[in-house]
């Protein structure tokens, strides 16, 4: 089934509670987790740059450029920075021809910058 297209749908949960001992209901859409904490901002829809900006912040952190999500800690890994700006670097080139104009120039900026930092942090 495919939801792309912008239509929320409802998801009940029925399932019996033993600690309650009645039924749960739950009602949410599409947007909404179980993880999902009232106060936390709505996570951007999922696109190709979205994903390039994912795997940029990824090798940011490995750099120790940005602290850990988690623990805020700052913490070098230049074999995971590697792995990820390796990563990118094979998408770009398995996406020949079949990029937009914008995501082309970013995921060449993206790549760009990272190397260059990479190159800067084991120097």
Do not use: C, W
Not at 13 to 23: L, M, V
Not at 64 to 76: N, V
Not at 81 to 109: P, R
């Amino acid at each position: 089934m495919n939801h792309s297209d912008g239509e929320d749908f409802k998801v009940t949960d029925k399932r019996h509670s033993a600690e309650k001992g009645t039924d749960q209901e739950d009602s949410s859409d599409s947007k909404s987790t179980e993880s999902e904490k009232p106060d936390s901002s709505p996570l951007p829809d999922v696109n190709f740059s979205t994903f390039l900006f994912s795997l940029n912040t990824s090798a940011l952190v490995h750099l120790g450029e940005i602290p850990e999500f988690g623990s805020g800690e700052t913490k070098k890994d230049f074999i995971l920075a590697q792995h990820t700006i390796d990563t990118l670097a094979m998408l770009q080139e398995k996406t020949v021809g079949n990029l937009a104009e914008d995501e082309k120039g970013f995921l060449e900026h993206i790549l760009y910058d990272l190397r260059m930092r990479y190159v800067k942090a084991i120097s």
